[in-house]
Each structure stands twice: as C-alpha cells, then as structure tokens.
C-alpha cells in the first residue's frame, strides 16, 4: 500500500517567491497536517485539515497557506518567502480529524533551500 | 503553554548496550503520547502511541512507558540499524488535533 507521498522532493527557491508543496494521503485518509522541521528540532505544526475544511492552524504568518481537495490531497502554499522558511516540510495524514486518537503517518518531506 | 523534553540529545551505544530514552511533558489535559523514529532524509516513521500512566507497548527490541509526567523508550539489546533519532510528540487538549514535538535523541548504535 502507497503510504503518504509528497512533491517535490527538494526545491530551491530565491527570497520573495511563492512555493507550492503537494500531498497525496494515504488511500482511505481523510485528514491531512502540515508540519515544518527545521534542521535539529522537531516538527512544528502548521496547518490541519479534515473534510476538506482547516481544522487547526499553528504559529506561522499569513504568508502560509493551505488547502484540501475532494480527494483528499493537499497544498500548502507560502509566499514572499524568507531565508528562514528553509526547510523540511513533513505531510501527515490520518483516517480521521475530529478528536480521535489514531496516530499521523509521515511522507518524506519537501526539502525546500531558500537562497 | 504544553512543554516537550527529550534527553539526552544524543545517545551513543555498543551493539548490544542497553538504555533508555527520556520524554518529560509539561501539558494541559495529555490526550495521547507519540513516539516516532526519523531516519535521516526521511519522514518520522510511527512507532507507539500511550494514552494512561502505566500503559506500556513493546515492538521488537522496543518497549515505551508512561506516567503521568515523562515516557520511557526502552531499547534492549540494540543493533546498529536502531541508529535514528527518536522523536516524542503529545497531544493535548491545549493543542487539539496537532501534535507537539520535542527536539528528538539522537541515537547511534555501533558494532
């Protein structure tokens, strides 16, 4: 079974420009999170989304972004991008997201570098 | 605010060398307690998940622990592919759906 996937799988961007991350869920999946892992510390949580509909937002500027589509699949979006957004950006998804305890499975990340 | 510690940070051991591995919490209303395994280049790999003081989960040289203040990830006669860094994460009724991380452990495992 396909686990979670995420494209691309690294990206170079220069500061001010916008990135598109991807995410494809585990089949089944309806709940997808995004998470940030800077080099050394563990991820930080960005956006959650259920149904198609965010559900939990973390501590990051309006400069980021996300959606869900009737697939289930997702983007998160980050604009006017800075020297400090570099880094891996992990996708979870779970089956559910309104409270249960099933555990987030990881994709690899999008190793985004900003020059 | 919900509080995560891992130590040590890094963990050095001989093949066989047993040890743990220490995540304390700090939280408002813990929800569940997650450990995770990060190989490097790769995305955290799932390993347990403990809801109540006094639960524990074994997989395979691994077993995790819980009370009410700090977990335990016990490793028994490790072998060097237990080589990653462990990472401990919680969820709360602070944090709703997100987990919380700590900084992870750091471990090495040698021949």
């Known amino acids: 079974d396909a686990g979670v996937t995420q494209s691309p799988t690294h990206l170079i961007k220069t500061r001010g420009q916008h990135v598109t991350l991807r995410c494809s869920p585990i089949s089944g999946h309806k709940s997808v999170s995004w998470y940030q892992q800077v080099l050394g510390q563990g991820p930080q949580f960005i956006f959650q989304?259920?149904?198609?509909?965010?559900?939990g937002r973390g501590n990051f500027p309006d400069r980021f972004s996300a959606r869900q589509f009737p697939n289930y699949s997702s983007e998160l979006n980050v604009n006017a991008l800075l020297l400090g957004d570099s880094a891996l950006y992990l996708c979870?998804?779970?089956?559910?997201?309104?409270?249960?305890?099933?555990?987030?499975?990881f994709g690899d990340g999008t190793r985004l570098s900003i020059l | 605010e919900d509080q995560v510690t891992q130590s040590p940070e890094a963990l050095r051991l001989q093949e066989g060398e047993s040890s743990s591995l220490n995540c304390s919490y700090t939280v408002s209303g813990l929800r569940g307690l997650f450990w995770y395994r990060q190989d490097p280049g790769k995305g955290p790999e799932f390993l347990f998940t403990l809801y109540s003081a006094g639960e524990e989960k074994e997989k395979e040289r691994l077993k995790a622990t819980l009370t009410k203040k700090e977990s335990f990830l016990h490793i028994t006669a490790p072998k060097p592919e237990d080589s990653a860094t462990y990472l401990c994460?919680?969820?709360?009724?602070?944090?709703?759906?997100?987990?919380?991380f700590g900084k992870g452990t750091s471990l090495l495992v040698t021949p």
């Open positions: 994460a919680v969820r709360t009724s602070n944090s709703g759906y997100a987990l919380n």
């Open positions: 989304y259920y149904e198609k509909e965010e559900r």
């Open positions: 979870a998804s779970s089956p559910r997201g309104d409270g249960s305890n099933q555990p987030q499975h």
